[in-house]
T-cell receptor
Framework: KAGVTQTPRYLIKTRGQQVTLSCSPI?????VSWYQQTPGQGLQFLFE???????NKGNFPGRFSGRQFSNSRSEMNVSTLELGDSALYLC????????????????FGPGTRLTVL | LAKTTQPISMDSYEGQEVNITCSHN???????ITWYQQFPSQGPRFIIQ???TKVTNEVASLFIPADRKSSTLSLPRVSLSDTAVYYC?????????????FGSGTRLQVQP
């Protein structure tokens, strides 16, 4: 079974521009989460989507947004890019199992390396 | 959200057992403990997950004491390819409530 795929793998933008990153989850997985990883802040949660609805959101400004499509694929968008947005953006998918003591492991993609100049 | 504390780095030699301990004093009742491994320029890879006592799979063991305020990832007989950053993650894994923040991770360097 193919893993989580993210496109593009590398991206260079300039300040003020906007960017859209794409994530295709593992087949059958319905939940997609996004994370930002930087050397200074580590891995930080951005948001989580399930059934085209945002379920959870981390502490990021409104410039960061996302969406999920009916096929579970997800995109995240960052508008008005700042130098501090340079990071590795990771997408993770999970199966969405019922609660009641069971857990839902996340599987990560390789990430998109965004550089803002 | 539960905050985790891990050693910044550890060194080991091939064939040795490595134990990485994570502290999570404010773990909540519903929180699970998950460990991930990350290589440079790759996404984190799931290693093991547990709630209490001991969990073992084909690559690692996870020891969790009764108070659950800490946990220890045990890697038996490490090899050079185990050189990576290891993250302890504590959070409510039930769907609908997940908003996970990783700790700073432990950089493991395995030498020949």
């Amino acid at each position: 079974k193919a893993g989580v795929t993210q496109t593009p793998r590398y991206l260079i933008k300039t300040r003020g521009q906007q960017v859209t990153l794409s994530c295709s989850p593992i087949s059958g997985h319905r939940s997609v989460s996004w994370y930002q990883q930087t050397p200074g802040q580590g891995l930080q949660f951005l948001f989580e989507y399930f059934s085209e609805t945002q379920r959870n959101k981390g502490n990021f400004p409104g410039r960061f947004s996302g969406r999920q499509f009916s096929n579970s694929r997800s995109e995240m968008n960052v508008s008005t890019l700042e130098l501090g947005d340079s990071a590795l953006y990771l997408c993770a998918s999970s199966l969405e199992v019922p609660s009641g003591g069971r857990t839902d492991t996340q599987y990560f993609g390789p990430g998109t390396r965004l550089t803002v100049l | 959200l539960a905050k985790t504390t891990q050693p910044i780095s550890m060194d080991s030699y091939e064939g040795q057992e490595v134990n990485i301990t994570c502290s999570h004093n404010n773990i909540a009742t519903n929180d699970y403990i998950t460990w991930y491994q990350q290589f440079p320029s790759q996404g984190p890879r799931f290693i093991i997950q547990g709630y209490k006592t001991k969990v073992t799979n084909e690559v690692a063991s996870l020891f969790i004491p009764a108070d659950r305020k800490s946990s220890t990832l045990s890697l038996p007989r490490v090899s050079l390819s185990d050189t990576a950053v290891y993250y302890c993650l504590v959070g409510d894994m039930d769907t609908g409530r997940r908003a996970l923040t990783f700790g700073s991770g432990t950089r493991l360097q395995v030498q020949p």
